[in-house]
């Protein structure tokens, strides 16, 4: 009989049961999100089930009520808002249920937020976007208020558009549905109608990547391929659409949406190893633009052969976490 020792590490983390509440979860940002969160709990031991929430913030709260009064080992939060999770997230710690969150404005002791350098990703797709339209022109701003991420982001737009003058906004729309891109390419549809003529809208500036892909299909039916769109975020449809050619989206900001669910999941093992993690967490994010990119196929696994710095990373690693995945 071989008797295989296992690390006070091992005995301790073994078989956590790890919820993850989620304000919304359609789009491809979203699942390559769920799937790096799933994958490294997996590769911990663990198991996770996803409360989704359909976009509705009263949903969300009762979903984090819900995976406290089930006792869950772990919660992880994907965005909502301080005034819908504050008083569940206070339950959770006084249960002595770790949180860790991604995307909310949340402020409470012992709770860890990340998010991405959302001002910086906004700054480098603006900042490519007035260099090829050389400085001057009208553009489209597709935006919505109301979201941790968003709010950061319109930061980086406001600066960007005072140190621009030449640089007018002629239309600006925004939502998040079930159906975000689809109701993002009607919109996008309206505004080509309103400003029918070559020269009238010179660039669109797409604040998230289910924004990018609406926008992208109604220029694309609209035969308007003058209009080229700068975005944030980056999955593999994402990358798709950024190496076809005929795409109007040429370039986008972003983080690795995978790697987001890992490091959060890493820094609530930190937590339930009961060490202290920072209060804030931001993550870097690398400008992608098409002309970067090969001829040939790429994914998010393999953008990293193209673009220094993108995916793989290293945050939130403990030897200890390394040795318990082994
Ligand atoms: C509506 S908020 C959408 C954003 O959440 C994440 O931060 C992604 O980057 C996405 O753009």
Known sequence: TITVEKTAEENELAGKRIALVMQFNTGTFSAQYVQGVKS?????????????????????????????????????????TAQALQAGVQKAIDAKIPVVSFD?????PD?????????????MSLNKLAEDIGNKGNIVKIWVAGFAPMERRQLAYKAFMEAHPDIKEVAAFGTVSNNTALDIQAQMDAVLKQYPN??????????????????ARAIQAAGRDEIKIYGID?????????QDPKNPWVASAAVDPTDIGRIQVRYLYQKLHGDTTEDKIVLEPVFVSRDQLPSEPVTTETLSEHVPGWGGSEQGYTDWLKELEQ
Request: proline share 0%.
């Open 111 to 123: 709770v860890t937020v990340l998010e991405q350098g959302d001002q910086q990703m906004a700054e």
């Open 104 to 108: 909310s404005d949340l402020k409470v």
């Open 234 to 242: 980056l999955s593999d449809e994402d990358l798709t659409m950024l």
């Open 40 to 80: 490294q709990v997996e590769k911990l031991g663990g198991e996770v089930q996803v409360f989704a929430s359909d976009n509705d913030l009263a949903k969300m709260s009762s979903n984090l009520d819900a995976a406290v009064n089930q006792h869950f080992d772990g919660i992880l939060l994907d965005h909502g």
């Open 198 to 215: 070559k020269g009238d809208i010179a660039a669109v500036w797409a604040s998230y990547d289910e924004f990018a892909k609406g926008a």
